[in-house]
């Protein structure tokens, strides 16, 4: 009998707590962190496939695996701005996003790299609300880019990992990363500040101010 009455406890206990947001959250970060492996940005490389892409590598120390995320080269530039605490020539989406996030009091954990669809991979952004913790469906690239300028961690499933992270090899384990594409990106961010930098001191004449104006209006109102 006693061991009957332990049983109920235990369930009404178990019902009880599970009402809690707080628990839920607890339990539903506890599952998703036993299937998820952290994962650090390392460097990333010019793409030998796509024109203006670039290489994300996305390391994990407990596997010794590294995963590559194909980026276009308008994602990298503010992903290494972002990580290196530069600014952008002009103001970018996920400033916008990240100040949003922060005016509201929104804090995500994290950016979740979840599956592989089709050679794709599938990404969500975690967000914490006052109603609990909310996912975002996101490419990896942009939950990325929120998580860095954010200061949140980035995480990987094991099952992505074990299907497409690549383990590197002995002779490189003891090795730190050379950061030379980083070091690239930033240059290319450097040159493209100079370009906004002059295109703002070049001044039209009014002439040109009234073709251009002239021009816009034909295109818009001729048939």
């Not at 922060?102 to 599938?122: D, M, S």
């Not at 490419?139 to 499933?157: E, F, H, K, T």
Request: aromatic share 6%; with cysteine.
């Amino acid at each position: 009998m006693a061991k009957v009455r332990l049983h109920r406890a235990r369930k009404e206990l178990k019902k009880i707590l599970e009402d809690f947001p707080e628990i839920k959250n607890y339990q539903s970060h506890y599952k998703t962190k036993k299937v998820m492996k952290e994962v650090k940005i390392i460097d990333l490389l010019p793409s030998q496939t796509q024109e203006k892409a670039w290489v994300l590598a996305l390391f994990n120390i407990e596997s010794q695996k590294v995963l590559p995320v194909v980026i276009g080269e308008d994602l990298a530039l503010p992903l290494v701005a972002g990580l290196k605490k530069l600014e952008m020539p002009r103001p970018i989406t996920f400033s916008l996003l990240a100040n949003i996030l922060q005016t509201n009091n929104l804090k995500p954990e994290g950016a979740y790299i979840t599956a592989i669809e089709k050679g794709v991979f599938c990404a969500v952004l975690k967000v914490n609300t006052p109603d609990g913790v909310q996912d975002y469906d996101a490419r990896p690239s942009d939950a990325i880019n929120i998580a860095v300028l954010m200061g949140c961690p980035i995480y990987v499933s094991n099952d992505v990992l074990g299907k497409a992270g690549i383990e590197v090899p002995d002779k490189y384990r003891n090795h730190a990363p050379s950061g030379k594409g980083i070091d690239q990106l930033i240059s290319a961010l450097e040159d493209k500040k100079a370009k906004v930098g002059k295109l703002a001191q070049t001044k039209k004449t009014a002439s040109e101010m009234q073709e251009h104006a002239e021009r816009l209006m034909s295109f818009v109102f001729e048939s």
